[in-house]
Each structure stands twice: as structure tokens, then as C-alpha cells.
């Protein structure tokens, strides 16, 4: 199960970073702080969440 989580997290990483940095710039905030702290979030926000869907997953092919 650790393999897809890395792999599941790989992928929302990126996902998740893209969105968020996209967000903070059509919202139009200044400086890279705002970048910053949206892209720190979205890699804390991707662990928990590349752990329950690799779970999930992993519970439905059983």
C-alpha cells in the first residue's frame, strides 16, 4: 500500500499545488507570500488525502 500512496501522492501533489497557486494568482494577491503559503498547503493537505484514497482503493480491489 505504500507503493500507490507515493505514487496516488505524486500525482495529487501536483494537482493540488497547480490549483492552489492558480487560485492565489487570479485572485490577484500581492508578493510570493500568498504563492508560498498556498503551495505549503496544498503539499501538507496532500498527504493525509494520497493516504485515504490509496486506502480506499486498496479496500475495494480486496
Do not use: C, Y
Not at 43 to 48: C, D, E, H, R
Amino acid at each position: 500500500m505504500f507503493k500507490l500512496t507515493m505514487v496516488i501522492h505524486a500525482v495529487l501533489l501536483t494537482g493540488l499545488v497547480g490549483v492552489a497557486v492558480a487560485g492565489v494568482l487570479i485572485a490577484g494577491l500581492p508578493g510570493w507570500k500568498p504563492v508560498a503559503l498556498a503551495a505549503g498547503g496544498a503539499v501538507i493537505a496532500s498527504f493525509p488525502l494520497s493516504w485515504w484514497l490509496a486506502r480506499a482503493i486498496a479496500r475495494n480491489i480486496d
